[in-house]
């Protein structure tokens, strides 16, 4: 996550607050999470891969 957080979006970047560098955070985690398939995880993206998980597991998270 980090490494790719920053090559894609910190290189060339200059934040001049804090907040804004908690929004570009916060708005690269939910695509992060929500949007960007993950190779590792079957082209899946981590919250879809979450929701087949639980589906799936009901006894395992119980």
Do not use: V
Request: no cysteine; hydrophobic share 35%.
């Amino acid at each position: 996550f980090n490494a790719q957080f920053r090559r894609e979006q910190l290189t060339g970047e200059i934040l001049d607050t804090m907040a804004e560098a908690r929004y570009l955070a916060q708005e690269w985690k939910d695509i992060y999470n929500h949007e960007r398939p993950h190779g590792s995880l079957d082209g899946m993206t981590p919250s879809t891969y979450w929701k087949r998980w639980t589906a799936e597991n009901q006894l395992a998270i119980a």
